[in-house]
């Protein structure tokens, strides 16, 4: 997997993409087509869908995710407006929180704070939490 500029945020890595943005042109030209029955509606329809495959996930959404990928299973999720608070499960009876909080002098539009607040959750937070738990289990 290849990573380019667009894919972080002062190092970090941002919210993955809702979909394959082919896929959804595709699925937007059928359903263009299918609503006017002509050329016009697959090119708008077209566009649209790649346009909405092409946004990003939600924060919730992107967090959930990860973590289900690194199988711990997230009970809590708080957002506000420059912190995301996550509980997690670890193993089959230990909870966990994690807290990412923009600090004050980051000055960044709406959808940067979201990708800003997910890197440093996964790849900051979560890696100081996983050597606390490690620690913890270790005893």
Do not use: C
């Not at 973590?67 to 299973?73: C, L, N, P, Y």
């Not at 800003?116 to 790849?123: I, Q």
């Amino acid at each position: 997997m290849s990573s380019s500029p667009e894919d972080k945020i002062l190092g970090l890595p941002r919210r993955p993409r809702t979909g394959d943005t082919s896929g959804g042109a595709i699925l937007g030209a059928i359903v263009g087509t299918l609503l006017t029955g002509g050329f016009g509606g697959a090119l708008l329809g077209g566009v649209a869908g790649n346009a909405l495959a092409n946004q990003r996930q939600p924060l919730e959404t992107a967090v959930r995710q990860y973590f289900a990928q690194k199988g711990m299973e997230v009970i809590f999720f708080h957002r506000a407006p420059r912190a995301a608070k996550v509980t997690f499960r670890y193993g089959s009876d230990a909870y966990w929180t994690i807290e990412s909080v923009m600090p004050d002098e980051l000055k960044l539009p709406h959808e940067d704070v979201e990708d800003w607040l997910y890197g440093n959750l996964v790849k900051k937070e979560l890696p100081k939490a996983a050597r606390r738990i490690k620690a913890f289990t270790a005893r």
